[in-house]
């Protein structure tokens, strides 16, 4: 209510300053190019980048509805972000990397400055110039998590010859996005608010599963001081409240509603803060960077996702970071030696209360009846009279990182060579605090209940030195065509698994109860310790050759690529009678493929072609159990493709836009075996506008056949579970220049 | 002066004597001061006799010098048992002898599983402790077992 409140208070705020500022007699356009030419770090334009890049520009990005990071899943080639679980899942899967938990593949840069936290990415868009993507291993100039490649957004900016904008859309669900952004000065401005009453009920509790309320802000001011010296402040907020988690149980081969008894959701307060300085010297053009980050997040789960009170689980974050990187590099940009020389740092401290309560159901079927089954009858059994036993779970988490790089390119006629190096130094520290107390009694022999407390803490590190070497070469065929080939290598950090120390508790309360009643089971209850919930970074070389074109309305481009993964990190499930999840570096995979994009825009029309295929498979992995070495690699789709066309017809002094895409991804592996598949499927999306002068109506729709499908698929305590692809949506919205 | 002489004597025979008992019972304590052991157990099951190897036994001497307690970790009474449990036997009763000491109990309850066990009631223990080595049998209920052990650590 108070959300709502706040940012029915900001639209109104935002919107009477803009009534304030006037017109300037611009129309809305249709024709900005759909490339962008600038790039964030790279000491060559985008146009000579030996690597595959996507860009869409900030007018596709409106007119296909594309405001959060999932929305660009097959836009970009071989890009899949499903969307499922809350704000912050986040999952992000690129030529064949990614995984469901943990450290992202894929960097997030904000007008260049890095977004650290996985759980800050997914936020509205409002006020964004342009969407970069670089595709495949950037480690040398981003570092850590750059390894299936960079997505770089570009914000509004003062400099822009822009008019202030307006956008209020309302359609399935009750869902309203009210977006609006503006320059004041030496200041862009941008706000978006959004609510959905949800797309999923939640039958058990006759209610929206997942509904959303969700305000972001954006201030960046710049200033330029003469010729040489500019200074920027990007400042950015997201605070949301949502429901969540709408995953159905998949029994007797039939996908059940999604039904669960305990609360579930997720509320998240992020704030960034990067500054940025620029001195253009006669010889040397220096760029700093810094930032600072906060997160304040709060997650509610319901682990069972049944209706039965099992467990939940609650995820309370408080994290702080700071980034800072010094980059010099060469003035004179027609010179053949482009040297590029850096300096990164960061540092984070992350405090997490994790408490897991086992509920009266889960006490008897994950504690007392996996007891008793090794109890002899005859002898006795075993009770526990708590309703409730919360296992108690805290964590300091420090991450800090120190990088040095460099990257030079060689402008050689119609070659360009680019030779780099990057050594990254990174250590975490994790301090864990747990434990957990029950009453027990053993019928008949104990007369009374007991108490018994299980502390568990202490603390685990690492640190580690990673090389990251890229080598390219670039040809220029001629004016339209240039061919390059790349060899690189990233790397995705290490970390800590905090998910598992609730089962490694479960498990050492079982062994100490029994413990203390002298009674040793022959086959103990297993659990991983807490020096096993360390996990290594993952690194990848990646192969890669591409062409790229652009002649007259044409561009397209063609990338094929190899990757080798090695210390490959999986999300896996511990032995014994485990409740939670846990990444470990479970082995090695290779994934081979192609993309292509294809980009026509003559005159009114356009159209657009994305296409990826990746063979993505272990090479080795064997989980104690199975040997999968072969197997495809679950979540990572074979194919990803988007088609679009559109046209604006003009009559009088209106436009008409109409615009139909298509979109879709698979076949997926949902599991490791490969027993569970999702096939290929394919969903249809429109739009039609109507552009008058200042002002655009529009309705859009988004999986227009309302075609079902799977989003996500898990297992819990045996059971299986997926997320559905959210129905058709009907949006229909007006668009304001002021 | 007669009378003060006597009273002397008898006050010097009084300690003398006190002294002649507490040396008796140190002479105890030492000889079955707490000490674990490590031996077999045999247990004479209804399916047949069976060992429980490396069984570990804490001999704990009471405050009262003669008796104690015994604690056997870790035992079977069926090979088809799929636990072992620490099982005390308390209220043993200790004498000494040339070799050491002679254990022996009443029918008893041992504790077990965080309380008295009467389904494994104890009856017949006899036992000695003889330099390092312990030696006992008893019934646990109706099943005949025994252990010989030896210090651990000495």
């Keep these: 209510m108070f959300l709502q409140t706040f940012a029915s208070a900001m639209t109104t705020f935002l919107l009477s300053l803009l009534t304030f500022v006037s017109p300037s007699g611009d129309t809305l356009t249709h024709h900005i190019p759909d490339i962008i030419i600038t790039a964030a770090k790279e000491p060559v334009s985008v146009g000579h980048l030996p690597s595959a890049v996507s860009s869409i520009s900030q007018v596709s990005l409106q007119r296909e509805g594309k405001y959060r990071p999932n929305t660009l899943s097959q836009i970009i080639p071989g890009l899949h972000i499903p969307d499922y679980g809350a704000s912050l899942t986040s999952t992000i899967y690129m030529r064949g990397l990614g995984s469901r938990m943990e450290n992202p593949v894929m960097g997030l840069y904000i007008d260049g400055i890095p977004v650290l936290d996985k759980n800050a990415y997914d936020s509205d868009w409002e006020g964004i110039n342009s969407v970069k993507v670089l595709r495949g291993p950037q480690g040398t100039l981003y570092g850590r998590n750059a390894m299936g490649g960079v997505l770089s957004l570009s914000t509004l900016s003062p400099t822009d010859d822009s008019d202030p904008v307006i956008n209020v859309e309302y359609g399935t669900a009750g869902t309203v996005r009210a977006g609006a952004s503006m320059i004041l000065g030496n200041n862009a401005l941008s706000a978006t608010y959004r609510h959905t009453d949800g797309y999923f009920r939640n039958t058990f509790k006759n209610s929206s599963c997942d509904p959303y309320d969700g305000l972001s802000l954006r201030w960046r001011w710049e200033r330029h001081y003469g010729e040489r010296i500019m200074m920027s402040n990007l400042l950015m907020s997201c605070i949301s409240r949502e429901g969540g988690f709408a995953y159905g149980q998949w029994k007797n081969d039939t996908l059940r509603p999604v039904s669960y008894n305990d609360e579930a959701g997720y509320s998240r307060l992020s704030v960034i803060d990067g500054y940025r300085f620029r001195y253009h010297g006669y010889a040397v053009i220096t760029d700093a960077t810094a930032s600072v980050q906060l997160l304040a997040d709060d997650m509610l789960m319901d682990q069972d996702y049944t209706e039965h009170s099992i467990f939940t689980l609650q995820q309370r974050q408080l994290s702080g970071a700071g980034t800072m990187e010094l980059s010099l590099r060469r003035a004179d940009t027609d010179a053949a030696w482009q040297p590029m020389t850096g300096i990164f740092s960061f540092y984070k401290r992350n405090s997490m209360h994790a408490p897991v309560v086992f509920k009266r159901e889960g006490i008897e079927s994950l504690m007392l009846n996996n007891a008793n089954s090794h109890i002899p009858t005859d002898i006795g059994y075993l009770t526990i009279s708590d309703n409730e036993i919360p296992v108690y779970s805290d964590f300091m988490i420090d991450t800090w990182n120190a990088a040095l790089f460099h990257e030079s390119v060689f402008d050689m006629e119609r070659w360009l060579f680019t030779a780099g190096l990057r050594m990254d130094f990174e250590g975490g520290n994790m301090d864990y605090d747990c434990m957990t107390r029950l009453l027990y009694r053993f019928v008949p022999i104990m007369a009374a209940d007991r108490e018994l407390s299980v502390p568990y803490n202490g603390s685990v590190g690492h640190k580690r030195i990673e090389v990251i070497p890229k080598l390219s070469a670039l040809f220029r065929a001629s004016d339209a065509v240039i061919i390059y080939s790349t060899l690189s290598k990233g790397y995705r950090a290490g970390g800590f698994n905090t998910q598992i120390f609730s089962d490694i508790l479960q498990n050492m309360t079982m062994n100490a109860l029994m413990e203390d009643l002298g009674v040793h089971l022959d086959r103990q209850f297993v659990s991983v310790s807490a020096g096993n919930t360390e996990y290594d970074p993952e690194t990848a070389w990646n192969m890669e050759a591409g062409t790229r074109l652009h002649k007259g309305s044409v561009r397209a481009s063609l990338a094929t690529y190899c990757i080798n993964v090695h210390n490959q990190q999986l999300t896996v499930f511990p032995p014994g009678m485990s409740t939670g999840r846990m990444m470990t570096n479970a082995g090695r995979s290779r994934s081979y493929g192609v993309e292509a994009e294809l980009g026509w825009n003559p005159g009114r029309f356009r159209s657009q072609l994305s296409w990826s295929w990746c063979d993505a498979r272990f090479t080795r992995f064997n989980d104690g159990n199975s040997d999968y070495s072969g197997n495809r690699i679950p979540y990572v789709p074979e194919h990803t493709l988007y088609m679009s066309m559109g046209y604006s017809l003009a009559i009088n002094d209106k436009t008409i836009d109409i615009d139909a895409s298509l979109n879709g991804a698979g076949p997926f592996n949902w599991d490791e075996s490969g027993t569970r598949r999702e096939p290929f499927s394919i969903r249809a999306n429109g739009r039609m506008a109507l552009v008058s002068g200042r002002w655009e109506f529009y309705v859009r729709g988004e999986n227009l056949t309302d075609k079902s499908g799977r989003s996500f698929y898990f297992k819990s305590m045996g059971n299986e579970f997926f997320a559905s692809v959210k129905p058709r949506i009907i949006m229909t919205g007006i668009t304001i220049k002021l | ?154």
Excluded at chain 2, 20 to 46: H, P, Q, R, W
Excluded at chain 2, 83 to 94: A, E, N, R, S
Excluded at chain 2, 107 to 124: F, K, S
């Design chain 2, 1 to 154: 002066m007669k009378k003060t002489f006597f009273l002397m004597l008898a006050l010097a025979a009084i300690i003398v004597g006190c002294d002649k008992n507490e040396k008796e019972d140190d002479d105890v304590k030492t000889i079955i001061a707490s000490t674990d052991y490590s031996g077999t157990l045999t247990v004479d099951a209804s399916s047949g006799k069976f060992d429980n190897e490396n069984i570990k036994v804490s001999y704990s001497s009471t405050e009262k010098a003669d008796s104690a307690s015994i604690t056997l970790y870790q035992v079977k009474f069926s090979p088809r048992m799929p636990l072992t449990i620490d099982v005390t036997v308390p209220g043993i009763i200790v004498k000494k002898t040339e070799k050491g000491a002679a254990l022996s109990c009443p029918r008893v309850v041992p504790l077990a599983m965080g309380g008295e066990y009467p389904n494994y009631t104890v009856t017949g223990f006899v036992g000695e402790i003889a330099g390092d080595e312990l030696t006992f049998s008893l019934n646990f209920g109706s099943t005949p077992t025994s252990y010989h052990g030896k210090a651990i650590g000495q």
